[in-house]
């Protein structure tokens, strides 16, 4: 720990500089209708520990022990950070006696630079709570504090405003996740005035709101930690819909009107929104090379699941189909576009800056940290049709890029990659706030920092002194100030506290509307809507004549919800010139009547150029339960023959597949003058309908079609399928259980270990003997984890059964039986060897790609290592060699099922439903029907077998974890 001291003594008092270089172009008037977004170009080297753009300075604002593993942050109108702590992180994966451990429960801390000198010199416990077991985020709301800590959403009150909670409230409670990181997650309030927080996967999320509406959600997904061991897919929620994975939610500020915006995510660590009510998120990945950064369009299936949640994306995952399309189903109707891939990490905090005191060229930067990559990545986003493009720069990260290889020190690692940022915030001076849960690993299932260090960090321009303002929340200016803070949940007590003066404050707030932030025009036009007829009349103003387009989209969003004036203003904006406009008119239409937006469909449909993702995935979005009344009532206007239907309609048709397109759909795929893709798509629309008709018509065009893609795609569909959508639809020829028969001789074999009055000798002999197969050695394994093997046939088979030839058995079989001189390797001594990169990839070559891809090297099996260098230091990748069951990938948690018919089958679980399909160690598929199934287990030993039964020395080692280190993705 010593080099650690140095390098915290050393930070606590620099400011860090860089000579990185940015410039702009394109940079217009943001009142102007026609804008553009700035570039940003950066030259980069090194001086000390961080890179920050030219004119920045970094310092070290807060450091352990002023609080200890930051996990969140929020700021109050007095300027002050609030942060939650994990030090309880994980515990059972930890050992209490060598960690930081708090008996009494984790905290809340509140820090302040009290001087103004931009160091906090003050730290004090607002609550430490039994309940709070690494909660994962905080707000702050007038006196007010909101803690999320999965299962319940907390609120404590303090009613005296002397910084200790004088009440504690279940706000909300009913999530999944005790103790995960795929959990509950921040809440921040909105600019519409309501109440925004997401979970993660870790359901089944069952919770009811204030006003006994219910939400229940779920998936495939369990695992994670030792409370994670059930989830269930395919719930319905009270309004009607199936809500799958990670969850945006949206909430009143009195606990009723709970509502999914958005859902399918795998681990978005918080939503953050933008004054025009855009919502943005990143999200995490399997340990591929698919993390990602998105704009969230509100109602969105983001794909990470099958749109029910019973299948992963590896069960849905095409032939020939890349990682990141199939990871987030980009391919199939009904899923938002993914957004920009950030590669290999773990993404955590996101907020936008929308601040002046770094130049109006960095307003409404998108900022995303990612613990995985050292790195706060930013984004200026741009309109792209429905959408946005999101171009990303690495603002602030402690090593030379994000994604550079770096030349490594064979004896003391490159601490650099310990800068672990696990939130980033916007303070009221306006400077901008980055929480570091200081640790080698990226948090994940365990920490490797045993006395929980933590920091904050505070970066500002440079030769401009920021000063934390004097808010009086009072007086109606100091709610205006508050309004216009760049602090969130600041501003939103302006907002409240203008919003009780009523109609009397109008003329005030009409007056930012000629501000030069757009983004405080944003902010006073959801304001004026809930002032009385006399704001609403300037919003409605604002949605007619408005020049900027993202001012049109607010004044929308803030009158939406007026039921009386609702088709007055859709008939405004649905003839909008912008495509994002015309947009939330079709988001607002998804919970109307057909005879509320019947009437605009046409309207709707012709603002669709055919070559737009996102507005065409909105159109799907106004028609969802509507589809076969609106797919009627367009087809109208085309051609009679289905082969000269128009591309736009086409792929509309695609996204909605209505049952009464099933033979027009049968007729384009075997038209032999329609393209390829144009056949494919009538295909792909087929597999997506849930009904036997379809099924008949995929079996006809597989019979008639003389196009062989055609023929493949749909023999394709027809094998997956069957195996789970159309299982029960359609008589199919299967097996039922008979491809998993016990072949007679290992049934005898079996019979023996199981019968009381058989000798120990001859159980031995009859272990060692089924010892030597797949389905023997399945069946021992399971006896084990039943506990219906004697020690000493344990003892006495497991020579033999560790040299079955299978490599699945060899795995499995060490949580169960014991194998003679495994030895603990010392990562320690690792470290001191001098390694070789070229003997590391032998390594790599012979003994890993059998399970594990890099590139287009390597079996699709394991997690694809292909990047694994930008995520993990070498300590970290030594640890998951060595212990590869202390923190086992999603998606790779093997299970057991035993089958009636007395077989034992190991394997990762891609779906569960109306069949159960597992993949083995060869990547073989196994579909088990329902009734076929006795019982089902998770277990805990992973596939992937240690470094001591690959038989690797503590030189392979240094060499394979050298060579790991350069997987990295450089188009990223």
């Avoid at 994980?90 to 960690?99: E, G, Q, T, V």
């Avoid at 819909?241 to 939610?249: H, Q, S």
């Avoid at 790609?849 to 300590?875: A, R, Y």
């Avoid at 089958?905 to 439903?913: A, D, P, Q």
């Amino acid at each position: 720990m010593a080099s650690d001291r140095r390098i915290k003594n050393r930070l606590a008092s620099l400011i860090i500089s860089t000579t990185i270089v940015c410039s702009y172009t394109s940079c217009k008037d943001t009142r102007n209708a026609d804008y553009t977004t700035p570039e940003l170009n950066f030259e980069t080297s090194i001086e000390n520990d961080f890179s920050v753009p030219k004119g920045w300075q970094i310092t070290l604002w807060a450091e352990s022990p002023s609080l200890y593993n930051p996990t969140n942050m929020d700021v109050d109108e007095k300027g002050r950070i609030w942060v939650t702590e994990a030090v309880n992180y994980r515990d059972f994966n930890n050992d209490p006696k060598h960690h930081l451990n708090f008996e009494k429960g984790d905290r809340v801390m509140i820090l302040e630079d009290t001087d103004g000198d931009g160091i906090s010199d003050t730290s004090k416990v607002f609550v430490q709570d039994k309940d709070l077991v690494a909660p994962l985020g905080i707000a702050v709301i007038g006196n007010k504090v909101f803690v999320s800590c999965a299962p319940t959403l907390f609120v404590y009150t303090d009613e005296n405003g002397d910084d200790v909670p004088d009440k504690k409230e279940a706000f909300l409670t009913g999530f999944g996740g005790f103790d995960h990181d795929h959990s509950l997650h921040s809440l921040v309030v909105g600019p519409d005035g309501k109440w925004y927080f997401n979970t993660g996967n870790a359901g089944p999320h069952n919770v009811t709101d204030k006003a006994g509406w219910q939400l229940r959600s779920g998936s495939v997904y369990t695992g994670g930690t030792p409370y994670n061991d059930k989830n269930e897919p395919a719930q319905l929620s009270d309004d009607g819909r199936i809500w799958v994975g990670g969850l945006a939610l949206r909430v009143n500020n009195d606990g009723t009107g709970l509502e999914v915006v958005g859902h399918n995510f795998r681990n978005s660590y918080e939503v953050a929104l933008d004054s025009y009510g855009n919502m943005w998120q990143n999200d995490n990945d399997d340990q591929v090379v698919t993390c990602r950064v998105s704009w969230l369009m509100e109602g969105g299936n983001a794909g990470y699941f099958n749109a029910n949640g019973k299948r992963t994306w590896q069960a849905d995952r095409k032939p020939d189909q890349d990682i990141f399309s199939a990871h987030w189903h980009q391919e199939d109707p009904g899923v938002m576009p993914a957004g920009d891939n950030t590669g290999a990490g773990s993404p955590t905090g996101v907020v936008v800056y929308e601040g002046d005191a770094f130049g109006p060229e960095y307003r409404g930067m998108l900022l995303s940290a990612d613990a995985g990559r050292n790195v706060i990545f930013a984004y200026q986003p741009s309109p792209n049709g429905a959408g946005f493009d999101l171009k990303r720069h690495d603002l602030i990260t402690s090593t030379q890029e994000s994604t550079e290889a770096y030349v490594w020190n064979d004896i003391d690692e490159d601490k650099r990659k310990w800068f672990r940022p696990s939130d980033v915030t916007v303070g009221t001076d306006g400077a901008i706030y980055i929480a570091d849960w200081y640790d080698p690993v990226v948090g994940g299932h365990q920490m490797m920092d045993t006395i929980g260090y933590g920091r904050i960090y505070r970066i500002s321009p440079k030769g401009k002194e920021l000063k934390t303002p004097q808010i009086d929340l009072s007086t109606i200016d100091g709610q205006i100030t508050a309004l216009l803070n760049p602090a969130v949940n600041v501003r939103s007590q302006g907002f409240e506290k203008l919003l009780e003066q009523g109609e009397r404050v109008v003329g005030k707030v009409k007056k930012l509307l000629e501000s030069d932030n757009p983004y405080h025009r944003a902010r006073a036009i959801w304001l004026l809507s809930k002032l009385g007829p006399q704001g609403k009349s300037i919003v409605k103003n604002v949605l007619k004549n408005e020049s900027d387009p993202r001012l049109r989209i607010v004044a929308y969003r803030a009158l939406k919800d007026d039921a009386e004036s609702f088709k007055k203003h859709a008939a405004i904006a649905i003839n909008d010139p912008s495509p994002q406009v015309r947009r939330e008119v079709a988001i607002s239409f998804r919970d109307k009547t057909w005879e509320e937006i019947g009437p605009f469909i046409q309207e709707l449909f012709e603002g669709y150029n055919g070559n737009d993702p996102w507005y065409l995935e909105t159109l799907g979005m106004a028609m969802d339960g509507k589809e076969e009344l609106a797919y009627a009532e367009l087809l109208s206007n085309q051609p009679e023959d289905p082969l000269y239907w128009s591309n736009t309609f086409a792929s509309l048709v695609w996204r909605l597949h209505p049952k009464s397109a099933i033979n027009a759909l049968k007729e384009r795929a075997l038209a032999e003058s329609l393209s390829p893709d144009l056949k494919k798509q009538a295909v792909d629309a087929l597999a997506f309908i849930n009904e036997t008709e379809a099924v008949a018509a995929m079996l006809a065009i597989h019979k008639s079609s003389t196009d062989e893609r055609v023929k493949e795609m749909s023999q394709y569909w027809l094998d997956f399928r069957k195996s789970n959508d159309w299982y029960a639809l359609w008589a199919w020829e299967t097996e039922k259980g008979e491809g998993f028969r016990v072949p007679d001789d290992i049934a005898q074999l079996n019979e023996i270990l199981l019968n009381q009055d058989t000798p120990t000798k001859q159980k031995i002999d009859a272990g060692k003997e089924m010892a030597g197969s797949l389905i023997g050695g399945r069946l021992l394994i399971s006896l084990a984890a039943n506990n219906q093997l004697s020690n000493e046939v344990i003892n006495g088979v497991s020579e033999a059964i560790f040299n079955n030839p299978e490599l699945e058995i060899r795995t499995l079989a060490s949580e169960h039986f014991k194998k003679s001189g495994e030895r603990p390797f010392s990562i320690t001594s690792i470290l001191e060897l001098t390694n070789d990169v070229s003997k590391g990839e032998n390594i790599f070559l012979t003994k890993c790609t059998s399970c594990h891809k890099n590139g287009t090297t390597g079996n699709d099996i394991g997690p694809d290592l292909s990047s694994i260098g930008e995520k993990f230091d070498k300590t970290a990748l030594l640890d998951a060699i060595i212990n590869p069951n202390a923190s086992i990938v999603f998606g790779y948690e093997p299970i057991m099922i035993k089958t009636k018919s007395g077989q034992a089958l190991y394997g990762f679980l891609l779906s569960e439903g109306e069949t159960t399909v597992l993949k083995d160690m060869t990547g073989k598929q196994m579909v088990i029907a329902a009734d076929d199934i006795e019982s089902k287990e998770n277990i805990k030993m992973g596939i992937m077998p240690n470094a001591f039964a690959l038989g690797l020395t503590e030189q392979d080692l240094a060499n394979l974890s050298a060579y790991l280190l350069t997987l990295k993705n450089s188009t990223l």
